[in-house]
């Protein structure tokens, strides 16, 4: 299957299916000399994991992570980095009633077209399951990046349904982030997130929204003329992602109703510094990072897999009624942000070691 590898430079590939043994990725194109381990990954993982918490799916992974190449006595050696986490809570049992049934919005009816099988077990390669392998690359990427460039990268669950959160971009921490289990900083906001996630969730439904990612210190001159644009490949990145739906930075589609005079970054010396008044542009200005904090929304569609029940049909093209079971979230972005995250990670990875040999 083509599409499992992403990157240039610093490049994953992931393998691996939620039902399957393992589910992992190789790195290549780390440098050498990075000091590495287990644990480094590891804490990633645990804010992705499944079951940490009454509003996530209680599958239950520890998601320990094993590496099995590319680490010498603690530091990359520069060869591909094998990364591993085995499956043990996979319960495939629980999807043999949908092996001949098509799941509204899921992968089930395009997967079968384009290859002629399909894994019913959870959706195989299309679950979120995948996600893991990304974030355990990521994490890498972001030790690397945080060590040699000082770059900050921070995700939150912005808005819950019609739930919205007042939180300063320029401010908020990973550690504000993290305390609550929805992962929204605004306490008040959270709580509201919480109450509607569990409803849905006793009623057998599910319920989407949206993640903002914050970058800070991102050096001048990372992306690529025309068609390699940092915000392109963001965009990208964000859109590889299971369940999201779209993609905006800096201002976004509320930009599209501003004037020019309106919408324009000033520029300014402070300090004798070249800065802009404004940062409208979310810090990519001709696709290439102009040193301002990056800030960008990701949205998110509702789960698709509900207990609700909904019409579809089987593959031999039977219409019938399914009530989907399982251990399923009932609303992925309290999961997703480190995900968002790693992904960033990678991205910023790629465009800093090609800037690099650039010189």
Known sequence: MAGNTFGTVFKITTFGETHGKSVGCIIDGCPSGLALSESDIQKDLDRRRPGQSTITTQRQEDDHVEIHSGVFEGRTTGTPIMLLVRNTDAKSKDYEHLKDVFRPSHADYTYLKKYGIRDYRGG????????????????????????????????????????????????????????????????????????????????????????????????????????????????????????????????????AEKKGSELNDPFIITNGVIKTATNNSGGVQGGISNGETIHFRVAFKPTSTIQKQQETVTTSGQQVQLSASGRHDPCVLPRAVPIVEAMVAITLMDYYLLQKIYG
């Not at 990268?153 to 982030?177: H, M």
């Not at 008040?188 to 970058?215: F, L, N």
């Not at 068609?227 to 930009?255: H, T």
């Open 124 to 255: 195989g390669r299309a679950s979120a399951r995948e996600t893991l392998s990304r974030v355990a690359a990521g994490a890498i990427a972001r030790k690397y990046l945080e060590e040699k460039a000082k770059i900050e990268i921070v995700a939150f669950v912005e808005q819950i349904k019609n739930i919205g959160s007042n939180v300063n971009i320029e401010t908020v921490t990973q550690k504000e982030v993290d305390s609550t289990v929805v992962r929204c900083p605004d306490l008040v906001a959270a709580q509201k997130m919480m109450h509607i996630i569990k409803t849905v969730r006793d009623e057998g439904d599910s319920v989407g929204g949206v993640i903002r990612c914050v970058i800070r210190n991102t050096p001048i001159g990372l992306g690529e003329p025309v068609f390699n644009k940092l915000s392109a490949q963001l965009g990208y990145a964000m859109l590889s992602i299971p369940a999201v739906k779209g993609f905006e930075i800096g201002l976004g589609f509320a930009g």
